[in-house]
């Protein structure tokens, strides 16, 4: 799998297990609401920095963002 795809989509599993809207996790990474949409699809090509202010937001590990079966262990 493409590892901006699997990024993405761990991204967007883990967000929606917080119950949060895109909107949300934009405002606590301080980025806009399209970024988080364009991670989550997989078009972004984001940098190590992006990978832990996600992690941070989602209440994650960064590894966990790039697991091909992330689990739902919080970190």
């Known amino acids: 799998m493409d590892i901006r795809k699997l990024f993405g989509a761990n991204t967007r599993r883990f967000r929606l297990d917080l119950r949060l809207s895109q909107e949300a996790v934009a405002e ?25 202010q996600v992690s941070q937001a989602l209440e994650v590990r960064p590894a966990q963002l790039l697991e091909e079966k992330a689990s739902k262990i919080r970190a």
């Open 28 to 52: 606590r990474m301080g980025v806009d609401r399209a970024f988080i949409s364009s991670m989550e699809r997989g078009l972004q090509n984001v940098t190590l920095l992006t990978i832990w």
